[in-house]
């Protein structure tokens, strides 16, 4: 099972390599990647660096273009692949179909992955995108109970690769336009959901306030932690009831099924979070290492250790964690 | 591209509603002047008003007594075998035309080397996507809700290959869809035991800001916009932009004057005032590149 740790620049994919990921994902400084954030991710000359640092540690480097481009930016798109191939990635990650067509056609010999923000689910889904562009691995969304994911490994001739820790999207991902419904931008579009520049935080008579795009997403009572407004987690009015009416603000973390996942034949695990600092990457690649190498010793006996939840944790989301969609009745 | 008349469509109901006011929904939707008409389960699989049979037996019916194009609708996201199994009926059927919402469907249908339809939650952005699509077959598509005028402008100019462009013109907007249920959340049950609260909200259920502004509407394991949109103004552009069929999501109560609107509009006679039909609002946004929610005033255009 390889361990595929992200990116946002330099420091990190060092951090990822020199704490045990077996690959690192990152993507360009554009709206060409789905963590298209502020001071965020590399240009060439970065990218070359980070792919030579990992190389030289036996360690693989995937690229990210997996976002939907429109016409006026096709040409981005395409640059960025052609980056890419020039950059002789190990993996190519898309979502969009004409993307990859085109690297497909232009560049037969760079291996594809399906992105998540493809949103594919299931394994005719999959099979279109073996037959059309020969795609190696997908990663699954994040909406598939455990026997789902393993009906899907059985019947495709693709490898699946699943999150296994970081940020949760409750929604299908490459499916979701609530973020552009309040700011204009979305992920499939921008690269962001519920981009920082729409963020903003009142102080009020009732308390802190946040807000996305001039929306209300949460009030918060005094001494409480204010969250990001991203919508799905905010707390909303339904009936008579004010609650976090999608989602509460919680990470996910499938360190306690480790050893279901390798038996149901998964081939990569991802750990979210290229907007993460360094230290994250580093301290979570450390706690993900550790904890495959153990449950690969020993699948029977595996139980995670509590000092590698409390670490995962601390960096989470309400620091709170779920097992999220793998675990049916959170369904 | 632009000479035909515009066309009208009636979208899958995107709801769960009894047997019954479906089977009235369609006997009424007989007596419209819309063109065409999608029909079946888009959303949750558990809803079983009418099983998969039935639904192309109404398909039949309709299309034996009205003439009008019948489409079959398919789930949009599938997650279990026994929703591959009904998708590969319908992709299977035979009679008429299929409209994917997932590419499961895309693939299965083109495999079969059928023409197809897709539905808004097939991600089409750009003409490079739309070529690969036709030449598997692609007969239709609908443009994705979120993107503008200027996007499907520049799409169809860099289209020489010959297909049919749809756009969701009324209705509350399909926005995101997810493993969980939000309508048995929000009555504290499981999924697996939702006890089918969504046949109490046949046109979703209200989620509103802690300042009561209204904001999404839950229906099911989908969220769609709690604002309306409303292109009825916008005629027009549609036509002199190239788009052929404009859709109409059908809402619990006055669809029929909905379309009837529409169908004046295209004719250049008057139109009633459909503001009464959605209380709490239009909205415009997406169609002139703008956040989806924001409703551009016509005058200031």
Redesign the interface.
């Known amino acids: 099972m390889e361990l595929v740790c992200p990116a946002g620049n330099l420091p990190s994919l060092k951090a990822a390599v020199d704490n045990g990921a077996d690959a690192i994902y990152f993507g360009l400084r554009d709206d060409t990647n789905a963590r298209h954030f502020p001071g965020l991710n590399f240009n060439e000359k970065r990218a070359a660096e980070g792919i030579a640092y990992a190389r030289s540690r036996g360690k693989r480097v995937f690229m990210a273009i997996n976002t939907y481009p429109r016409p006026d930016g096709w040409q981005r798109w395409q640059s960025a692949v052609d980056i890419a191939a020039d950059l002789s990635v190990d993996a190519l990650i898309c979502a969009d179909i004409g993307v990859l067509e085109y690297a497909n056609h232009r560049w037969p010999e760079l291996p594809l992955h399906l992105s998540v923000q493809a949103s594919s689910t299931n394994y005719e889904a999959l099979q279109f995108y073996f037959d059309n562009f020969g795609i190696r691995r997908a990663v699954l969304p994040r909406v598939l109970s455990l026997s789902q994911v393993k009906h899907v490994i059985e019947n495709t001739p693709v490898e699946i690769e699943v999150f296994g820790f970081g940020s949760l999207c409750v929604m299908v991902e490459g499916r979701c336009i609530l973020s552009s419904y309040v700011t204009g931008q979305s992920p499939n579009t921008h690269g962001a959901c519920s981009p920082a520049e729409f963020v903003e935080y009142r102080e009020t008579s009732t308390g802190l306030e946040s807000r996305l795009g001039g929306l209300l997403t949460d009030r918060y009572a005094k001494g409480e932690q204010a969250g990001y407004p991203t919508i799905c987690k905010g707390r909303f009015a339904v009936g008579d009831d004010t609650f976090y009416a999608i989602e509460e603000p919680t990470s996910l973390n499938t360190l306690a099924l480790l050893p279901q996942l390798r038996q149901a034949g998964i081939k990569a695990i991802k750990i979210e979070g290229r907007q993460r600092s360094p230290a994250y990457v580093g301290m979570v690649a450390k706690v993900w290492r550790e904890a495959i190498d153990s449950s690969l010793a020993d699948p029977d006996g595996f139980t995670p250790k509590v000092e590698w939840n409390l670490a995962l944790n601390q960096v989470s989301e309400g620091a709170t964690t779920t097992l999220g969609p793998y675990y049916r009745p959170w369904q | 591209m632009m000479n035909q008349a515009l066309k009208l469509s009636l979208g899958p109901v995107l709801y769960y509603w009894s047997r019954d006011d479906l089977y009235e929904f369609y006997q009424q939707a007989a007596q419209t002047p819309v063109d065409t008409i999608y029909l079946g389960e888009t959303v949750c699989s558990k809803r079983r008003s009418l099983r998969t049979e039935e639904w192309v037996d109404l398909a039949r019916e309709l299309s034996r007594n009205t003439g009008k194009e019948i489409v079959l609708s398919t789930l ?6 026994s ?2 199994k009904t ?1 590969r009926k319908l992709c299977e059927n035979g009679e008429f035309l299929v409209e994917a919402n ?7 249908l ?2 079969q080397g059928v023409p197809f339809a897709t539905g808004p ?1 097939v ?7 739309l ?3 036709i030449k ?1 077959g692609l007969k239709r598509w609908v443009l ?4 503008s005028k200027s ?1 499907l402008h ?2 169809l ?2 289209l020489t290959d010959e297909v049919e462009t749809e756009v969701f013109v009324y209705g509350r ?1 399909p ?8 309508t048995a ?2 009555f504290n049950l ?3 035991d939702c006890q089918y609260k969504c046949l109490d909200y046949p046109d979703g ?9 209204p ?2 509407a ?1 229906n099911g394991i989908q ?1 769609i ?1 709690a604002l309306t949109c409303n292109l009825l103004p916008e005629i027009d552009e549609l036509h002199q932009i190239g788009v052929d069929f404009l859709r109409i999501s059908p809402q619990f109560r006055h669809t029929d004057k909905i379309v009837e609107a529409f169908s004046r509009s295209i004719k250049g006679e008057t139109t009633p005032d459909i503001k009464p039909f959605a209380p709490l609002g239009f909205c415009n ?2 169609w002139y ?5 924001r409703q551009i005033s016509t005058s200031s255009r």
């Open positions: 949009s996201l599938l997650e279990a075998e929703e591959l998708l997932d590419m499961a469907a895309v693939q299965l083109s495999s939650t991600n089409i952005y750009n003409a490079e996507t070529k690969v699509l598997q994705p809700v979120e993107l996007t520049q799409i100019d860099a907007m926005l995101t869809l997810s493993a969980r249920c939000f959340r929000s499981p999924k697996d259920r209200l989620l509103s800001t802690q300042e009561k502004q904001f999404l839950l969220t916009s946004g997406y590149g703008e956040t989806g929610l």
